[in-house]
């Protein structure tokens, strides 16, 4: 006997077949565009310093060549400049995310004192800050110029993040449950450690993800507040690497010694990029999944 059909199955038109077909095509060339520059740098990076300045470089590597890493590697403050980025990256992260989910937590309470007043100031350091000059004479008065809490302290709690936290902890926490936490003699500090923390994983996972980039990332601070080389970042130390390496190939003065200086200095800049963007590409994918749960269920009223 034939299969009986399902009377519940949704009949699907030519035309839904060629609208599907048209949205899936132009899916596919937004992944392109969006998938190829990529590519492009991945496999320049992986190509000669030669075949990558005559731009034979299309899709794949060609002639497959580490000269690129050895190059950026041969430089002994990158190990350095590893070091002091994983240092900033992951106590600047723990101290961001302590900070953000304290601040978020006292904000959603709206038995707070001041409850309105405070949200509205945190809100308005948003579009209104004193300004470069006055934070930089701030840091110098403070002491904090040439020293790790420069990469710290101007950043500390960021409040774009505050939000996403504070409206997270109100839609996404009943209310009810600090009720009858509280009916059993439990104080705020009590209900966020056991209550609202173990329930904010999600929201955990986005927040460390955006201050963790933030801090891998770090340029302009280090640019203006530090001096000592032993204190530079990833990216100041691979920015001068890859200056240098500009400026030696403009001031060679034996043709041939130019071309090949100038065919590095093309090659070095996708091995830069590499260099710095490998890490994070390594943990992205394994709190990516969070983002939806984090972000839009703590912006959505259910």
């Not at 609208?19 to 520059?37: E, M």
């Not at 041969?74 to 304290?102: H, S």
């Not at 200056?243 to 403009?250: E, H």
Request: some cysteine; hydrophobic content about 50%; glycine content about 8%.
């Amino acid at each position: 006997m034939g299969r009986a059909a399902n009377p519940n199955a949704i009949k699907t038109s030519r035309f839904d077949k060629g609208f599907y077909f048209v949205v899936n095509l132009l899916l596919f060339l937004v992944l392109l565009i969006t998938l190829y520059p990529i590519i492009y740098v991945v496999s320049s990076s992986f190509s000669s310093a030669k075949a990558v300045s005559m731009g034979q470089v299309i899709l794949l590597p060609v002639e497959p060549s580490l000269e690129g890493y050895q190059a950026v590697f041969k430089n002994k403050d990158i190990l350095t400049g590893y070091g002091n980025t994983i240092l900033y990256t992951a106590v600047g992260t723990v101290l961001n995310v302590f900070l953000t989910l304290i601040a978020a937590f006292g904000l959603s309470r709206r038995e707070l004192v001041g409850f309105k007043l405070l949200n509205f100031l945190f809100a308005f350091t948003m579009w209104f800050n004193g300004g470069m000059i006055p934070t930089y004479l701030l840091m110098k008065d403070l002491g904090l110029i040439n020293s790790r809490w420069a990469m710290w302290v101007p950043g500390m709690i960021g409040v774009w993040n505050v939000i996403i936290t504070r409206t997270y902890f109100q839609n996404s926490v009943p209310e009810e449950l600090f009720e009858s936490a509280s009916l059993d003699g439990c104080g705020y500090f009590t209900y966020f450690s056991r209550v609202v923390m173990p329930l904010s994983g999600a929201i955990i996972a986005v927040i460390a993800l955006f201050y963790g980039v933030g801090h891998w990332n770090a340029y302009f601070n280090a640019f203006l507040y530090l001096n000592n080389k032993e204190l530079f970042p990833l990216q100041i130390i691979l920015r001068d690497i890859l200056i240098q390496n500009q400026l030696d190939s403009q001031m060679m003065l034996d043709a041939t010694s130019s071309d090949v200086n100038m065919w590095m200095a093309d090659l070095l800049k996708y091995s830069v990029i590499m260099v710095a963007c490998v890490p994070v590409w390594c943990i992205y994918p394994f709190v990516q999944k969070f983002f939806v749960k984090g972000v839009m269920v703590g912006a959505i009223k259910g």
